[in-house]
């Protein structure tokens, strides 16, 4: 008798282990198809603008999201605002007009002109904390991830690398004249920086996208476009050329150029890559249905690392990656914005 009850202990202890492990699979496959969060942003009298020079939305360090939304009629320079909310209560926590307005994708510092009349500010969005550089006068320019170094493009065509915050030149880098021209001008100049400061891309008036290196000097040039940020050794670029017309593309050193995910007919054209160029996602036609997933992507090999459902019949108006890809942002049209989490690369 005594043996009878042991086995049936020992068979009820196996099987409430499996059913304990059964019901965790269960629970991480049903938590693996919810959002980590859900913000609401209101809308009544504001409604998201998705901007070439200031993405709709963006992680602003690791606490928090920022929305670009306008307010009103009139000047869209009047009425454009980037919105701080927590990532934990989903409410707004600072607001920031996007006149000049250059985010840190590594921090949640960010270049800005919070005074019309004013200089340009460096700004960290968590505390609120300002300080003016009047010496920052050209652009483009952006923050350099060491947190030391702003960049900056001149009339001259001469890329400045000058220091923080009191504007000792460290570093000029002048650009070669490029092998063709553009009629188009560049109605959002931009400088990129890899996320180890060492390369970085330019997107000037009239002139094709060229980067560099910073320790050799080489320059490089990239077609015509939008530079987006550096994917491990390539340059991710959305093409305005003809023969592939708004794609991104990878430019490498060589010249090389590669399709990174073909735009499918009737899906909807987000793209975003994080900043330390370890993924990048989009959005996809799901497999044998009319559905749309955002697709998650290691940015060296391309393979598929998540996929995540879309909410069916409202449009998504943008999508964005932290720093390092574990977390998506998704925000739709009335407002909803999805926070995902990811396994961490």
């Given at each position: 008798?005594?043996?009878?009850?042991?086995?049936l202990?020992?068979?009820?202890?196996l099987?409430?282990?499996?059913?304990g492990?059964a019901i965790?699979a269960?629970?991480?496959?049903?938590?693996?198809?919810?959002?980590?969060?859900?913000?609401?942003a209101?809308?009544?009298?504001?409604?998201?603008?998705g901007?070439?020079?200031?993405?709709?939305?963006?992680?602003v360090?690791?606490?928090?999201?920022?929305?670009?939304?306008?307010r009103?009629?009139?000047?869209?320079l009047?009425?454009?605002?980037?919105?701080?909310r927590?990532?934990?209560?989903?409410t707004?926590?600072?607001?920031v007009?996007?006149?000049?307005?250059?985010?840190?994708?590594?921090?949640?510092?960010?270049?800005?002109?919070?005074?019309?009349?004013?200089?340009v500010?460096l700004?960290?969005?968590?505390?609120?904390?300002?300080?003016?550089?009047?010496?920052?006068?050209?652009?483009?320019?952006?923050?350099?991830?060491?947190?030391?170094?702003v960049?900056?493009?001149?009339?001259?065509?001469?890329?400045?690398?000058?220091?923080?915050?009191?504007?000792?030149?460290?570093?000029?880098?002048?650009?070669?004249?490029?092998?063709?021209?553009?009629?188009?001008?560049?109605?959002?100049?931009?400088?990129?920086?890899?996320?180890?400061?060492?390369?970085l891309?330019?997107?000037?008036?009239?002139?094709?996208?060229?980067?560099?290196?910073?320790?050799?000097?080489?320059?490089?040039e990239a077609?015509?476009?939008t530079?987006?940020?550096?994917?491990?050794?390539?340059?991710?670029?959305?093409?305005?050329?003809?023969?592939?017309?708004?794609?991104p593309?990878?430019?490498?050193?060589s010249?090389?150029?590669h399709?990174i995910?073909?735009?499918?007919?009737?899906?909807?054209?987000?793209?975003?890559?994080?900043a330390?160029?370890?993924?990048?996602?989009?959005?996809?036609?799901?497999?044998?249905?009319k559905?749309?997933?955002?697709?998650?992507?290691?940015?060296?090999?391309?393979?598929?690392l998540?996929r995540?459902?879309?909410?069916?019949?409202?449009?998504?108006?943008?999508?964005?990656?932290?720093?390092?890809?574990?977390?998506?942002?998704?925000?739709?049209?009335?407002?909803?914005?999805?926070i995902?989490?990811?396994?961490?690369?």
């Amino acid at each position: 008798m005594r043996r009878r009850r042991t086995v049936l202990v020992a068979f009820l202890v196996l099987l409430v282990v499996e059913l304990g492990g059964a019901i965790a699979a269960g629970f991480s496959a049903w938590r693996a198809r919810r959002p980590w969060r859900v913000l609401h942003a209101s809308l009544a009298e504001k409604h998201f603008v998705g901007l070439d020079d200031t993405p709709l939305v963006n992680f602003v360090g690791s606490d928090a999201l920022g929305l670009v939304v306008t307010r009103g009629g009139g000047s869209r320079l009047r009425n454009e605002f980037l919105e701080i909310r927590s990532l934990e209560t989903g409410t707004v926590e600072r607001v920031v007009p996007t006149t000049g307005l250059v985010l840190d994708p590594f921090s949640s510092r960010a270049l800005a002109r919070l005074n019309p009349d004013g200089p340009v500010e460096l700004v960290d969005l968590a505390v609120g904390t300002r300080t003016p550089l009047p010496w920052l006068v050209e652009a483009p320019y952006a923050l350099a991830p060491d947190g030391t170094t702003v960049a900056l493009v001149t009339s001259a065509l001469v890329l400045e690398l000058r220091s923080l915050p009191d504007g000792t030149l460290v570093r000029t880098l002048p650009i070669p004249a490029p092998s063709h021209y553009t009629t188009q001008a560049a109605y959002f100049p931009r400088v990129v920086f890899s996320a180890r400061s060492e390369r970085l891309a330019v997107l000037a008036s009239r002139l094709p996208i060229v980067f560099c290196d910073r320790a050799s000097e080489a320059w490089y040039e990239a077609g015509f476009g939008t530079p987006v940020g550096f994917a491990q050794s390539r340059l991710v670029v959305l093409s305005s050329e003809l023969r592939d017309p708004d794609n991104p593309i990878a430019v490498g050193p060589s010249g090389s150029r590669h399709t990174i995910t073909p735009w499918e007919e009737h899906a909807t054209e987000h793209f975003t890559l994080s900043a330390s160029g370890e993924r990048f996602a989009n959005i996809r036609r799901s497999p044998g249905t009319k559905a749309e997933e955002v697709v998650v992507h290691d940015s060296e090999t391309e393979t598929i690392l998540r996929r995540i459902p879309i909410r069916p019949r409202i449009d998504v108006q943008g999508i964005a990656l932290s720093t390092r890809g574990e977390r998506l942002a998704v925000a739709y049209v009335d407002g909803l914005v999805e926070i995902w989490e990811l396994k961490a690369p």
